[in-house]
């Protein structure tokens, strides 16, 4: 069983940044491929990102050039590096394990003046 935690969100004005970390509870290298989704008020989840086990990294046409995908393998956590935010960024954000059907709690993201 793998058990992902998000942290990082907060409120941010545009144009501003923010780093959230998903740490799991194993080796990210035998847990890969992991991904970033998030969700909006009234919205559906959404796919954010996806980094795999070759470091291939993937990311959805709204963050590409603006979100990158890491890793730390010594501290078993993927990050998701956000700049140039939006107000349409807003939302919580979650990390995921699909190939263990597994999903953080989510972190929230505001952004806002």
């Known amino acids: 069983q793998v058990h992902l935690v998000e942290s990082g969100g907060g409120l941010v004005q545009p144009g501003g940044s923010l780093r959230l970390s998903c740490a799991a509870s194993?080796?990210?290298?035998?847990?890969?491929?992991m991904g970033w989704y998030r969700q909006a008020p009234g919205k559906q989840r959404e796919w954010v990102a996806t980094?795999?086990?070759?470091?291939?990294?993937n990311y959805a046409d709204s963050v590409k050039g603006r979100f990158t995908l890491s890793e730390d393998n010594t501290r078993n956590t993927v990050y998701l590096q956000m700049n140039s935010l939006k107000p349409e960024d807003t939302a919580v954000y979650y990390c995921?394990?699909?190939?263990?059907?597994?999903w953080g709690q989510g972190t929230q993201v505001t952004v806002s003046s």
């Open positions: 995921n394990a699909p190939s263990y059907y597994a």
């Open positions: 980094i795999t086990g070759g470091g291939y990294r």
């Open positions: 194993g080796s990210i290298a035998s847990i890969y491929p």
